[in-house]
């Protein structure tokens, strides 16, 4: 299972980042979330989250210098206590999906918190963001950063 | 309370200052902080757009944290073209960004000597040369800046040559679009040189019990998304509301001669989804109703924001343009050129009706086919009032110029104060009439509107019934602009007003309720009205536009309604009575007294004194 995002459902209103943050860290401060918004005016013209896809093989855990990263049970964690801050991850994806913050010594990535029920799916109000098998996501032919979900046209 | 940034822009000092509790308190937060800066700090015979005027732009205690909609900052002044206090509210995430760089407000004041942005770097503050960005439009700044600095996630307020030309109804402009629209804050902005203020900020907003905080919050967004209501608002936004003007026969048509439209369908809510590529949200808002809108011409794509009903029926309706294409151009070009859509739609209106009526020539225009419903002339008039060419350059001015050039006009401006009216007719509402005639900053609906109920109750409801309608309005709703979030969700989704208590009370720790909120609220009304005294306004200002009183509503379902003088004068005494004012408007010592403002009771006594011993 992992995220998958339906940006053409995104508002950009920071809920997902906002309850992240308070879920992890206990603060309001979206700039703690492991998921981003952006807005991308006047081309496209959408809103779009970034949040990590939990990869098969992830170029973080092979770009990892302390092998801080690794798989459990399909989720792609970060041991912060292992990790030096050295970026090498963060450089390495190739999505964007792991993310800096001047007070944390780690990368913040999503763990798919809350056992099944990330507090982003639930929080979303528009359904932008739904929690879904790995295998039922596909890559669109030719574009690496566009993915259909069985069954729905998502983009 | 945080810190307030304050930036002398004629010495390029700047400072912080951090208020004390009570105070921060007392006057809850944004337009209630700025009104009280605005009173204690601005001279009576200021010059709106000289060195000596002070713009606040001040968030709310809940600005920025996890409350449905709580985006929201409101930007004081004394504005230039009303002369008294004004405030505009901007949603977006600007406000919640300046919290996170650790100010809660910023108080900007001189001008300064070339043109600069502001730029606030979590705690670092700078003054940085704009001359590369003086002239462009406000959404290619925005679009610039962020790429100049290399982030796209900052925010930018930021004015167009509109503000720059220092127009009286210039706007500031953040988020590609959503604005600072009514009063003319872009024209200070203009008139300091301040050509936009850059934001970023990492910090937490503390929370004083975050587990009480979390309660709130999840039952608040929970509650909101049963909401049935919730669909529509997501999928049109405000734009729905032209289908329910155009129905009740209240919908601005033809520089408010008319109020229902005949092509109404085809600027409305449901035309508007074809066009619409996503929803738009601000800060911690699940109701969504801003949406991304694209048109194409040829090779131009037009990417817009909006259009809100406000747009669409003062832009449209109020100009007989009938179709969304042309709507959706103007919004475009208001947002780049920085300037209102609202007084625009309302001044453009007012033009063609004057031409129809020979009142003024094509000579005057410049060529231009003033008439209703000449799509190209809308847009060629908002190029020329931006950068003040020809008749653009009078309108530019605002209506009250307007109407001194051409006091023919005076019968059908709508406008109060100075200010053009938004869009609703007042003429079957006594109520209404009342709300905007009685609005601290002019003709707007922001603080209150009771139009849907005045329609409903007709004959049942009397002058008292109204006036306190009026009233509960002016208090509930100017505190949402205190405290910094957006009122619809209360309005529109019917959230209990004393979830907002109980949010200030787990985000400061101040432990407070709603009648505590709203006596504070009171209280701001009055201070402003004592800017506003003090400045000359009276019973006289309290008055809506000669139309209301004199033609007749030509058709549809309100058919052969209008005001009666009579009538107004006894809502307005009961107003007035209601309110603790006097007859002439003022209000009396004892009123100031209660609600804690003493020392405004005195000043105000001394400056109508004063005036009655040089007269």
Redesign the interface.
């Known amino acids: 299972m992992r995220l998958k995002i339906i940006e053409k459902k995104c508002a950009d209103c920071k809920i997902c980042e906002l309850i992240c943050a308070l879920h992890h860290f206990k603060v309001n401060n979206p700039k703690k979330s492991r998921i981003r918004v952006q807005t991308l005016f006047p081309e496209p013209g959408i809103n779009k989250p970034v949040v990590c896809r939990q990869c098969e093989n992830p170029a973080c855990m092979e770009a990892c210098p302390e092998g801080a990263i690794t798989i459990e049970g399909g989720i792609v964690k970060l041991d912060e206590e292992k990790c030096t801050g050295c970026r090498a991850c963060v450089e390495s994806c190739p999505f964007g999906a792991l993310f800096i913050h001047p007070d944390i010594p780690y990368p913040l990535k999503c763990d798919l918190c809350s056992k099944g029920e990330p507090q982003c799916v639930s929080w979303c109000p528009k359904e932008a963001i739904v929690f879904v098998p790995k295998e039922k996501i596909r890559r669109k032919s030719g574009d690496r950063q566009s993915e259909d979900y069985e069954g729905e046209a998502l983009d | 309370m945080g810190s307030t940034l304050r930036i002398d822009l004629s010495k390029n000092k700047i400072s912080e200052e951090k208020p004390e509790k009570s105070w921060a308190v007392k006057y809850v937060g944004g337009r209630g902080w700025g009104a009280r800066k605005v009173w204690e700090e601005v001279g009576v015979n200021v010059d709106p757009l000289g060195p000596d005027n002070l713009v606040f732009f001040g968030s709310g205690p809940l600005t ?3 409350v449905p909609s709580a985006g929201k900052m409101s930007i004081v002044s004394i504005s230039p073209a009303t002369g008294i206090y004004a405030d505009s509210n901007v949603g977006g ?1 600007f406000g919640a960004e300046l919290k ?1 760089a650790g100010y809660d407000a910023i108080a900007l004041r001189g001008v300064s000597k070339k043109p600069v942005y502001i730029m606030i770097d ?1 705690g670092d503050v700078e003054l940085r040369e704009a001359k590369e960005y003086w002239g462009a439009g406000a ?1 290619v700044t925005e ?1 610039q800046l962020k790429k100049d600095i290399g982030d ?2 900052i925010h930018v307020l930021a004015i167009g040559p509109a503000g720059e030309n220092l127009v009286k109804f210039a706007c500031m402009t953040s ?2 679009g959503r604005n600072a629209g009514r009063t003319g804050m872009g024209a200070i902005m203009g008139s300091k040189k301040v050509k936009a203020i850059v934001v970023r ?7 004083a019990d ?1 587990d009480r905080f ?1 309660d709130i919050a999840y039952e608040s ?1 929970r509650l ?2 049963e909401n049935e209501i ?1 669909d529509i608002w ?1 999928r049109q936004g405000t734009l729905q509301v032209i289908d329910w003007a155009n129905e009740r026969g209240v919908l601005p048509t033809k520089n408010f001669q008319e109020t229902v439209f005949e092509q109404a369908e085809e600027i409305g809510g449901d035309k508007m989804e074809e066009v619409k ?12 109703c ?1 949406n ?1 809108c ?1 048109i194409r011409e040829g090779d131009t ?1 037009v ?1 817009v924001e909006g259009p809100e009903y406000e747009t669409a029926a003062m832009l449209g309706s109020a100009c007989g343009i009938r179709d969304l294409k042309t709507i959706i151009k103007a919004n475009n070009l208001c947002d780049d050129l920085g300037i209102d859509t609202i007084s625009s739609g309302n001044l453009i209106g007012l033009l063609m009706e004057a031409y129809e009526k020979g009142i003024i020539t094509k000579d005057e225009t410049g060529g231009i086919e003033l008439k209703f419903g000449n799509g190209e002339a809308v847009l060629k008039m908002l190029e020329m009032i931006a950068k003040r060419e020809g008749i653009g350059g009078i309108v530019a001015e605002g209506v009250k110029a307007v109407t001194e050039k051409w006091k023919e006009m005076k019968p059908f401006a709508m406008q109060t104060k100075g200010l053009e009216q938004s869009a609703y007719d007042t003429r079957a509402s006594p109520g209404m009439a009342l709300a905007y005639a009685t609005c601290d900053v002019g003709a707007h609906h922001s603080r209150a509107w009771v139009i849907s109920k005045d329609l409903e109750m007709r004959d049942k409801w009397t002058a008292e019934d109204r006036a306190k309608l009026v009233i509960y309005h002016q208090h509930v709703r100017p505190l949402f602009d205190c405290l910094g979030v957006c009122r619809l969700e209360w309005i529109e989704l019917s959230i209990d007003e004393n979830i907002y208590a109980d949010f200030y009370t787990s985000i400061t720790g101040i432990k407070t309720t709603l009648k505590e909120l709203l006596e504070r609220s009171e209280a701001i009304y009055n201070l402003t009205r004592a800017i506003n005294v003090v400045r000359g306004i009276s019973r006289a200002d309290d008055y809506p536009p000669e139309r209301v009183f004199c033609d007749p509503i030509p058709s549809g379902p309100l058919r052969g309604r209008l005001l009666q003088r009579e009538e107004y004068d006894r809502l307005l005494d009961t107003y007035y009575r209601l309110r603790g004012w006097s007859d002439k408007g003022i209000p009396t010592k004892e009123t100031l007294k209660r609600l804690g403002l003493k020392e405004v009771a005195l000043e105000l006594e001394k400056s109508r004194k004063l005036k009655r011993k040089y007269k």
Do not use: H
Request: hydrophobic share 40%; net charge negative.
């Open positions: 920025g944290l996890l995430a996170q979590d959404l679009e796209n996630n988020d590609y900020g990492f910090k937490d907003i503390p929370i975050v979390m967004y909101i998304s919730l997501q590529t996503t929803s738009r949200a601000c800060f911690a808002c699940p109701m969504t801003g991304y694209v794509k990417v």
